[in-house]
């Protein structure tokens, strides 16, 4: 196959309306830690100097669609033939045992269950996912399976750069996303997290039919015991009945969350308010706000 000819027969690239357009015009893209982490991996996989050749692709809208789904990513990119480019980046999900053992530890470990819970992803996820063998981000070029319809031979080509940035945008608006492509989704993390948290289903059976079962005599006589004991006067207790019965910690996990995190839980305006744009130019006002001391 002579590559110079095939490319020389579909001309220059063809313009498009109504593509998915990166919100960066200028510099370097992606905002939030996920889209930056994401990206550094790429360029310490040795790739990240051929995705600059997207990036133009990326900010022009030729990325005419673009789906998550767990273990594949699918765009639609408009290049220089007539019909678009179908792009496919694929990265292993993790199976059903893997994400158990990640649901668990999460569960866990009441920060993180809370600010996922509140619609927040933590960075420190990252070193959790690692801790269990499990890391989220691909650790080779080989974890990513890499396709294109067009016919130039470089992997990635400008299509799949363009691609991998506006991949990166879809983690600033939405970080669940890099756990949907490995294979979980927003709304089945967050619903199992709830489950283990409340002792989960088959606790809250377990439960109920511990409580239907007869009292063993030894229990019974402990109770009758234990009913001899009598609580002291409320009066003479007042000052200690708010007190915790364990010391609490001197400095409580805080529930810190980006400045827009809920831009990221709306859904993008309508284009008559100005869609992602509107999204876009909020972002700084609210990270602005944000950095306001408290009056």
């Known amino acids: 196959m002579t590559e110079p000819t095939s490319f020389r027969q579909y001309g220059r690239t063809r313009s498009v309306e109504g593509g998915l357009k990166a919100r960066s015009t200028r510099g370097a893209i992606g905002e939030s830690w996920w889209s930056r982490r994401f990206l550094s991996v790429l360029e310490s996989l040795a790739i990240g100097t051929r995705l600059t050749r997207g ?6 809208g030729q990325v005419l669609s673009l789906t998550v789904a767990p273990g594949e990513v699918n765009a639609s990119v408009q290049g220089s033939r007539a019909e678009p480019y179908e792009v496919t980046i694929g990265l292993e999900r993790f199976s059903a ?6 649901e668990e530890a999460l569960a866990g470990q009441a920060i993180y269950s809370a600010r996922l819970l509140a619609g927040d992803v933590p960075p420190e996820l990252e070193q959790l996912f690692t801790s269990l063998e499990a890391p989220l981000f691909p650790q080779a070029v080989a974890d990513l399976r890499m396709d294109c319809t067009c016919p130039d031979y470089a992997v990635p080509c400008k299509h799949l750069a363009a691609t991998f940035y506006l991949l990166a945008e879809e ?28 002792g989960g289903v088959e606790g809250s059976a377990a439960a109920r039919r511990t409580a239907r079962r007869p009292r063993p005599a030894v229990a019974v006589g402990a109770a009758a015991a234990l009913a001899d004991v009598a609580d002291p006067p409320l009066e003479e207790a007042v000052d200690r009945f708010w007190l915790p019965p364990q010391p609490l910690p001197a400095r409580p996990p805080t529930l810190d969350t980006e400045p827009d995190l809920l831009l990221r839980q709306l859904p993008t305006p309508a284009p008559a308010l100005g869609g992602a744009g509107l999204v876009a130019r909020l972002r700084p006002a609210y990270e602005a706000f ?6």
Do not use: C, M, N
């Open 55 to 60: 990036r133009a692709y990326a900010r022009k």
């Open 97 to 102: 045992a893997v994400w158990a053992r990640v």
């Open 171 to 198: 983690f600033d608006g939405d970080p669940f996303q890099i756990l949907h492509w490995r294979g979980r989704s927003r709304d089945d993390l967050l619903t199992r997290l709830r489950l283990l948290r409340d």
């Open 290 to 295: 944000a950095a306001e001391p408290p009056p």
